[in-house]
C-alpha cells in the first residue's frame, strides 16, 4: 500500500521536528522573549526565558552526541 501525500508530508514533518526539536525550541523562546516579555518589561521572565533556551539547546547539542 502507498502512502498518500498527506501522509508523506506528516512524516517529513515529523522527522524535521525529531531531528531539530532543540532548535525549534530555542525559537520558540526567543519569540516568547521578543512579543511578549520584553514588550512588558517582564525581566524576571526573560531571565528564566534565557536560561531554559539555554538549557534547551545543551540538552539537545548534548543528545546527539
Known amino acids: 500500500m502507498k502512502a ?5 508530508l506528516l512524516v517529513a514533518l515529523v522527522n524535521g521536528l525529531d531531528r531539530y526539536w532543540g532548535l525549534v525550541g ?3 523562546i526567543i519569540a516568547l522573549e521578543a512579543f511578549v516579555f520584553a514588550p ?3 525581566t ?4 528564566i526565558g534565557a536560561i531554559v533556551g539555554a538549557a ?3 540538552a539537545w547539542l548534548v543528545g546527539e552526541a
Open 4 to 8: 498518500t501525500p498527506p501522509a508523506r
Open 26 to 28: 530555542v525559537m520558540v
Open 40 to 42: 512588558r518589561g517582564e
Open 44 to 47: 524576571m521572565g526573560m531571565i
Open 56 to 58: 534547551l539547546l545543551v
